[in-house]
């Protein structure tokens, strides 16, 4: 393991989200601010840990950011002159799940040949309006894929509707692919999932990417009147 003490002795950087413009200066919204008219439905899992006394709305900041941290720790793996300023992570348990979902990352790609491309390049659609980074651009054992890592435990297939929405954001992807990386420990590779055609998904996300357009209208008019 890449770490003899990790919890006492990794640090990890801030981030900030990017902000997606058109070339006019248009600000259009990201693939994750799209998609999250579907995690409304969270509201059945709020109210299943509400009767266990946790308040969802603060175990969901940590698991973002235990997310967040995992995925700095891949980017600096596959690229060490990403790394950006430091500062520790004081909640041992986020630092413990991210560390966690790294080291299955590396079980991962023992088993595939990864030939990095672009990672966690910001990118705008112009054509469809609206923006997103991508994890990971990269030959996967010899085709070009969008790779998207995720902190859950298993592959669902609402995560292809993100990185459908991606591959529209780059050139002469042959695939896209999920990898769960979880945040339990695993003597083997995190299960991932690979998709070629991915129409569907992204008519989905097209949709949905009107309703945000329509509800952002309606909340306009609102404030107006």
Request: hydrophobic share 40%; charged share 30%.
């Amino acid at each position: 393991m890449p770490f003899d003490d990790p919890v006492a002795t990794r640090e990890f950087p801030k981030t900030k989200r990017p902000v997606y413009k058109l070339a006019d200066g248009t600000r259009v919204p990201s693939v994750t601010q799209i998609l999250d008219i579907k995690s409304k439905s969270i509201a059945g899992w709020a109210n299943r840990l509400g009767f266990i006394n946790i308040e969802y709305q603060v175990q969901m900041k940590r698991l973002a950011r235990a997310g967040t941290l995992a995925h700095t720790l891949i980017a600096d793996h596959l690229d060490p002159a990403k790394r950006i300023e430091d500062v520790v992570e004081p909640d041992g348990e986020i630092q413990r799940w991210a560390i966690t979902a790294f080291e299955n990352f590396l079980r991962w790609g023992l088993e595939h040949r990864v030939e990095p491309i672009n990672i966690e390049i910001p990118r705008v659609s112009e054509a469809f309006r609206y923006g997103g980074t991508p994890d990971l651009v990269a030959k996967i054992d010899g085709r070009i894929e969008i790779v998207d890592w995720k902190s859950s435990a298993r592959v669902y297939d609402d995560h292809f509707l993100q990185v459908a929405a991606y591959r529209q954001l780059a050139e002469g992807v042959e695939a896209v692919r999920v990898v769960a990386l979880g945040r339990e420990p695993r003597n083997d590779a995190p299960p991932d999932g690979v998709r070629v055609g991915t129409d569907t998904e992204f008519a989905i996300f097209q949709a949905l990417h009107h309703v945000h357009v329509l509800e952002k209208e309606l909340k306009e008019a609102r404030t107006d009147t």
